[in-house]
């Protein structure tokens, strides 16, 4: 059963316990490191902002949008994709909105939220037809909700043969984008590319010119090359702006069986930036190249699967629920 507005904090969840030991650690080093370098950070933010939903299909049952789309707007060719230049105005605004308010001070709260709250038990295949219920605005390259970005995908990397841990990271990548019918202010703290917190905002990410408006741009340290990290520290120790693929990668980590590969593929999906544009290599360690070229790999589907194409739910689903099962051990999952 779905438990909304999961405001509880459930000590007997042995995994949350798990999570939040990890995290409040991680969040303990982050504090650290900025206490360290003495900047006293007064930015916090009012967070409470009215919530504007981009749904699809009004439903929630996992039943397929026939909403016809605009085919002028699907790229056809590898190089028609990700074109912002002359993306629409959504897409603009969604970035103006993520690249001001994505600050050190609202990350860090957002990773205490999301340790000390349970937001909803449900299966996997339940969460999926949430998703049915969403447009990502970020998005120039589909209309069409992430239920079908999620079957594309998957299928994507089911007919090239790859491995079927590669195939249900296909369906479940942009799971974590459930997050916006829970605790989210808006798009912005869920979806679009993700970039460091901490550090500087690199020339190579989308319209990088909106930072302008985050504080932390002109904080001294925050806005500095390293900003608060060491010379490759190793992306674990990089803070990503929090979204779906942080959300999701936790979920995965500690409620599946999934390898390392796939748990990168999930976190770092959306890190355009690093995985596409070639920034930040000065905060790589070894195993994040390995990473890297998983990611890369992924990236290939995720992206360029984007088509017209509307899969039939009900016929994949047999497929896809034995595929989950083999992955994730429990039924229901803490989201
Ligand atoms: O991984 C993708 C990618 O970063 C896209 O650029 C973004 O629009 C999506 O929200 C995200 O899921
Ligand atoms: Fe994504």
Partial sequence: MPQQNGKVIRNHEGHLLELMDEDVQSVNAFKT??????????????????KQKRHGAENDN????????????????????RQYHQAKSRVREFYREQHE???????????????TKS???MTIWEALCKLSMLIDD?????????????LQTAEAIRADGKPRWMQLVGL????????YFFDSEGQWDVVGDTFPIGCQFADE???????????????????????????????NSVMISWGHDEYMYYIAKSQSTLNEKALAMIRYHSFYPWHR?????????????????????FNRYDLYSKNLTKYDLKELQPYYLDLIDEFFPKKHIDF
Avoid: W
């Avoid at 490191?33 to 009215?50: F, G, N, Q």
């Avoid at 996992?62 to 994709?81: A, G, M």
């Avoid at 479940?172 to 997050?179: A, F, Q, R, T, W």
């Fill in 277 to 297: 544009e070639g920034a930040y290599r000065y905060l790589m360690n070894k195993k994040d190249y390995e990473m890297l070229s998983e990611v890369q790999a």
């Fill in 101 to 115: 308010k994505q600050t050190m001070a609202f990350n860090l709260q957002a990773r205490v939220n999301f340790k």
């Fill in 138 to 150: 970020s998005d120039p390259d589909t209309e069409l909700s992430q239920i079908d970005h999620a």
């Fill in 33 to 50: 490191r900025i206490m360290l370098s003495r900047e006293d950070d007064s930015s916090t933010s009012e967070h409470v902002v009215k």
């Fill in 62 to 81: 996992c039943t397929v949008d026939k909403t016809p789309v605009d085919q002028n707007t699907i790229p056809v060719s590898e190089d028609e994709f």
């Fill in 205 to 235: 990410i989308i319209f990088q010119e909106f930072f302008k408006g985050n504080p932390d741009d002109s904080h001294p340290i925050y806005s500095s090359k390293l900003g608060i990290y060491e010379d490759n520290c190793g992306l």
């Fill in 172 to 179: 479940i990548h942009d799971l974590g984008k459930i997050l």
């Fill in 119 to 121: 937001r909803a038990r």
